[in-house]
């Protein structure tokens, strides 16, 4: 079985500063990767994807994340926050071949300070 | 704009009193997903359609049911719910075909049980 550990349940920084919010995943095969934003009261919103290629996947927002086979990890950056990025962010799985289920991370609040 | 629709977005039921909770897409997805979201916690699978097959997750209780008719249209019914039942229910869909394998969340209903 697949699980995802997001090493953060809450991350606070000051407008303006980087930010990295972590996610280690484990998995006897071969795996997709995802992160999700999710606003308040909203559902959730692809922020990137890795599929294959390079390691380094750029998204939307500016956000970017890298993928680490040999540390099973996929921790997600942004080297300048805003205000509009406060949401809750969510790592996510799947199986490459086989079920199409996403199995989630239990979440980071990431809160941007003045 | 192509997109996941749900109706209500908010919805009020009396303990034990049935409840459907309604999605729509117009994307043409041959996959369609009901998650189930309590507060600060990551969305947890209930079950899939994967075109007209119905893929129920081993916990899911029996409580919750689903329907599918067409491609466009998926319900989650709830037989007699709970005050644990109080959650956001998530609708998401996926074309799991070539490589885009990402899932669209539509904004979720917000159920309230009293």
């Known amino acids: 079985a697949q699980s995802v550990t997001q090493l953060d349940s809450q991350v606070p920084v000051f407008e303006e500063a980087p930010v990295e919010l972590r996610c280690n995943y484990s998995?006897?095969?071969?795996?997709?990767l995802f992160w999700y934003v999710q606003y308040p009261n909203q559902g959730l919103q692809l922020l990137l994807k890795?599929?294959?290629?390079?390691?380094l996947v750029k998204g939307i927002n500016g956000f970017e994340a890298e993928f680490n086979k040999s540390q099973t990890s996929f921790h997600l950056r942004k080297p300048s926050v805003h205000i509009s990025d406060t949401a809750e962010y969510f790592c996510?799985?799947?199986?490459?071949?086989?079920?199409?289920?996403?199995?989630f991370g239990q979440g980071t609040r990431l809160t941007i300070n003045p | 704009d192509a997109m996941v629709i749900q109706n209500p977005r908010y919805q009020v039921t009396q303990f034990g009193k049935p409840v459907t909770l309604s999605c729509s897409q117009t994307?043409?997805?041959?996959?369609m997903y009901w998650y189930q979201q309590k507060s600060s916690q990551a969305p947890k699978l209930l079950f899939h359609?994967?075109?007209?097959?119905?893929?129920n997750e081993a916990d899911t209780p029996d409580n919750f049911q689903s329907r599918r008719p067409n491609t466009s249209f998926c319900f989650l019914d709830i037989r007699s719910p709970g005050l644990g039942d109080a959650a956001m229910y998530l609708c998401?869909?996926?074309?799991?075909?070539?490589?885009?394998?990402?899932?669209?969340f539509g904004p979720g209903t917000r159920l309230t049980v009293t």
């Open positions: 998401a869909t996926s074309r799991d075909i070539g490589t885009s394998y990402e899932q669209y």
């Open positions: 998995s006897s095969v071969s795996v997709y």
């Open positions: 890795y599929l294959s290629g390079s390691t």
């Open positions: 996510a799985v799947r199986l490459i071949q086989g079920a199409q289920k996403l199995v």
């Open positions: 994307l043409n997805h041959n996959v």
């Open positions: 359609y994967y075109d007209k097959d119905f893929n």
